[in-house]
């Protein structure tokens, strides 16, 4: 029997796995060719139908009112929270990404806060993870408890070598644990990111940072006071270094994906976490993390040096740095993301 992972389509392999024309020889002789051609229907309009029949058997029919395509796919994915009792109604859209859109949720009182946010990851079909290999480059396979796949496990990395559907569902499983696993180490460890409460394949469910109104901005919407600029800095530089003792550098650290909100900050935005030991490219992330911090923190008056501050943290936190061009790299001569 074909694995359904060959199939670029799981329902068109049951379709054709169980259908009585195919199993039946005399049947399939007889069979004459149908001149009406039955367009295949589209996943989002079968996930879109899916979603539906979710929500009214769950009898969760939130406040907000997603897209036509939209809806399938958010009740799907954040269906487990609200069985578990973590949230009672999604209130609003807070952002909408190529890779992920950001809910506001009103949370279950027994969580024992108000508010939370839940990041519904997008279909594969509408997300843009291009250059995606340099972040996975050392990283382990995860599957939705946060276990790592035995590399061993020929099934799965075939899969995902081939990109067939079941591959690529892993691959997406995998890319999200990756976040909520950093989100829970840095969140224990006191870093300044949301507190990481629940993940399913598709969606995670942390801390909100912002009021019902108004969710916080990223610093790239904020002109900082001059005696705010350089407390800040040394919060966010906190956190990179607190990243490098647990192992892990951003890897797409900037004004962009830095909340501000009444004098404080936060740190979001963890799927391309990468491995400080593992990862070739690692100098150059870190480097290119440091590089946009400092290059906001400057424009806002407090000035640092990005290429001493790297060598720094490499010494202490990676291999000896050879004596070559840090203080001469600069943002355009790193490898980009887009």
């Known amino acids: ?21 195919r199993t039946d ?16 229907r589209d996943e989002e309009v079968v996930i879109a139908e899916l979603g539906d029949l979710v929500g009214l058997e769950g009898g969760f029919r939130p406040t907000y009112t997603p897209g036509r395509y939209e809806e399938g796919w958010l009740l799907e994915s954040i269906r487990s929270f609200y069985d578990q009792g973590l949230i009672v109604d999604v209130l609003a859209l807070v952002k ?13 009182p027994s969580t024992g806060t108000d508010l939370l946010a839940a990041k519904v990851y997008r279909p594969r079909k509408f997300r843009n993870l291009s250059n995606d290999k340099v972040y996975r480059q050392g990283r382990d396979v995860l599957t939705v408890d946060g276990r790592a796949v035995k590399k061993t496990d020929h099934r799965v990395m075939r899969a995902i070598g081939k990109k067939t559907a079941f591959g690529m569902q892993v691959s997406h499983t995998s890319w999200l644990m990756h976040e909520y696993n950093a989100l829970r180490s840095l969140y224990r460890a006191g870093g300044a990111v949301p507190r990481p409460y629940a993940a399913t394949e598709n969606a995670i469910l942390m801390g909100y940072c912002g009021d019902a109104r108004l969710a916080a901005p990223t610093l790239s919407h904020i002109r900082l006071d001059e005696e705010e600029a350089e407390p800040l800095y040394q919060e966010v530089m906190r956190n990179v270094e607190l990243m490098l003792s647990h192992g892990m550098i951003h890897g797409d650290l900037s004004a962009y994906n830095i909340l501000y909100w009444e004098g404080t900050i936060m740190l979001i935005d963890f799927p391309q976490v990468v491995s400080l030991d593992a990862n070739r490219e690692a100098i150059d992330l870190l480097d290119r993390d440091v590089t946009r911090v400092c290059a906001y923190f400057q ?18 936190y990676g291999t000896p740095l050879p004596p070559v061009d840090l203080e001469l790299m600069t943002l355009d001569e790193l490898p980009t993301t887009e």
Do not use: N, T
């Not at 389509?9 to 024309?21: A, G, I, K, L």
């Not at 909408?96 to 279950?108: M, N, P, R």
């Open 1 to 21: 029997m074909q694995d359904p992972e060959q199939c670029e389509d799981e329902y068109e392999y049951y379709e054709r796995m169980f259908d009585p024309v």
């Open 25 to 40: 020889r005399r049947a399939r002789r007889k069979r004459k060719p149908v001149a009406r051609h039955i367009p295949k």
């Open 299 to 316: 424009r806002q008056g407090a000035a640092h040096e990005p290429g001493s501050i790297v060598e720094r943290l490499w010494e202490a």
């Open 96 to 108: 909408g990404g190529k890779e992920a859109s950001v809910y506001l949720c009103q949370a279950h």
